[in-house]
């Protein structure tokens, strides 16, 4: 039985068939992504389409109330407010990830995190019958609550119950459902169906949908097998998940990774969003995520679907069908980050990173030129609405998906939840300060701001390519071991496995070192 179970490790290393892809692994993964990671992309672009009809009622309400209308500043401040909320709302939910995941546990947190959900979205759809524009405003920050709750704890979630040869296919899904989010919003908010006066509310309310189906059908699904067992302690249970999620009973080889995590988890503890920020053995790990996290919100993903509509108008489509252009560009989005799914773990991380973002860079590059051009060369125009396109596909396949599945991967349990507290709040601060900057920027650099991004996006390939490690195929202790010897940190090894003893403050571990290291 040993003999036939180590032979599957020994597949499942170079390439491996052991882990496949279980009914219930992928029930797993779509009702996580479905009710969480969905709601999070609806609620970027839900109120771009009734815009106009939602401020109008803005002004109406404030007429009724005080019998004068909204100054425009005003009016202006009230809906930078409702646009602003949701990620300012998205860093305080990241905020909270580390404590809830560690008392509630992964399933547990998600459940909770419905809550936030369903009141944003009872009070967003019963908005207008209660003439209040303030609970929109509300709504807005508990929506981003429940969002960076969720693009945090669903990538951990799923990275946890995969098998490693699946976990780069598995962590993109969160990211997919994020680009279905967007685009059923769009295809919703068009004028024709709910992006008008009388549908905006319905529009808004529906968000609460996906997690009435997640909390009925997630509590009968299994948590995560490394929560029940390293912070937990019930090795039964943990066994139990593990059975149903791979299919078979024969999981000893897991277990057993697991149980070397554990008694490294024993050597260095738990640790909080401080302890992990000054502890030398995991620097490395810490500085990579914040710069894929920064270089994915500021390398301008935002700033090219504000400027998409006036390029492609500028192209000569006309301003009634923009919004038709811009489903389009949505449903290419989520088309490139299928793609990902399937390409994760062939090509590796490194490769859809690199690539991703040198295409962005190239994109913000000769979008610049094309933007300056368009209005003495006619064909600019056209070069202009390519580059928008390419950089979509650039960001879709590796700078939007693969930093969270990187965090999920560079991290042992003990610090995991602090890394996506630390990786979360990173991406929504950025998130924040770019929706709030980049008006200024388009306004004092014009097309120019491209560069900006350009420049962003070639300082995180030359950092991804010196520094971050391919972890396609690989357990979470052997990319482990990889950063240990980036962070210079004692490592230790027996014969038939190995323990990673980091660097303990205060304590001294002689540094052992295998052949195969040599």
Not at 29 to 56: E, K
Not at 241 to 250: F, M
Not at 264 to 274: A, N, P, R, Y
Not at 414 to 434: I, K, Q, Y
């Amino acid at each position: 039985m040993k003999l036939k179970g180590q032979k599957q490790e020994s597949s499942d290393s170079n390439g491996g068939s052991k882990g496949k892809m279980t009914p219930l692994l992928a029930l797993v993964a779509l009702i996580s992504a479905f009710g969480s990671s969905f709601q999070y992309g609806y609620n970027v672009s839900v109120i771009n389409s009734p815009a106009p009809y939602m401020q109008d009622f803005y002004n109406r309400t404030y007429l009724d109330r005080h019998g004068v209308p909204m100054i425009s500043s005003f009016q202006t401040v009230l809906w930078s407010l409702t646009v602003s909320m949701y990620p300012l709302g998205g860093f305080f939910g990241s905020l909270i990830v580390w404590p809830l995941v560690n008392n509630c546990g992964r399933k547990g947190t998600l459940l909770i995190n419905n809550f936030f959900s369903i009141t944003a979205a009872v009070l967003m759809g019963t908005s207008e019958i209660a003439r209040t524009f303030e609970v929109i405003i509300l709504s807005r920050v508990i929506m981003g609550i429940y969002a960076g709750l969720a693009s945090n704890v669903v990538p951990m979630f799923l990275g946890e119950v995969s098998p490693r040869n699946l976990r780069g296919a598995i962590g993109v899904v969160p990211q997919l459902f994020i680009t279905v989010g967007i685009l059923v919003a769009q295809i919703l908010g068009l004028n024709s169906i709910l992006g008008n006066e009388e549908g905006w509310p319905v529009l808004l309310g529906l968000t609460g949908i996906p997690s009435v189906i997640q909390l009925l059908v997630l509590p009968f699904l299994p948590e995560s097998p490394r929560y029940l067992l390293i912070q937990k302690g019930n090795e039964e249970q943990a066994r139990q998940a593990l059975q149903k999620l791979r299919g078979w009973d024969d999981v000893d080889d897991e277990l057993e990774e697991m149980r070397q995590e554990d008694r490294s988890e024993k050597e260095e503890g738990h640790f909080s969003v401080l302890s992990l920020c000054t502890f030398r053995g995991l620097r490395w790990q810490l500085i990579s995520i914040i710069v894929m996290m920064m270089g994915q919100q500021l390398s301008g993903v935002n700033a090219v679907f504000y400027y998409a509509d006036r390029i492609f108008q500028s192209a000569g489509v006309d301003s009634n069908s923009v919004q038709y252009v811009t489903v389009s560009i949505g449903a290419i989005n989520v088309v490139m980050t299928l793609l990902a799914v399937f390409i994760v773990e062939s090509l590796g991380r490194r490769i859809l990173l690199l690539a991703g973002f040198g295409l962005c860079c190239v994109s913000c590059a000769v979008l610049t030129v094309a933007l300056n051009l368009q209005t003495t060369v006619s064909w600019m125009s056209y070069l202009s609405i390519v580059c928008v396109i390419v950089y979509i596909i650039g960001h879709a396949i590796g700078a939007s998906p693969i930093p969270f599945v990187m965090i999920t991967e560079m991290f042992l349990q003990s610090s995991r939840p602090a890394a996506f507290m630390v990786g979360g709040s990173v991406h929504w601060l950025c998130n924040f300060t770019v929706g709030l900057v980049f008006l200024y920027m388009e306004a004092g650099l014009g097309p120019y701001s491209f560069l900006i991004f350009c420049a962003i996006c070639l300082a995180s390939i030359v950092y991804i390519f010196f520094i971050v490690p391919e972890t396609k195929n690989k357990t979470f202790m052997e990319i482990n071991r990889i950063m240990a010897k980036r962070n210079k940190v004692e490592i230790q090894e027996d014969k038939e496995e190995f323990k990673d003893f980091h660097a303990v403050p205060g304590r001294q571990t002689e540094k052992k070192i295998s052949s195969s290291e040599l």
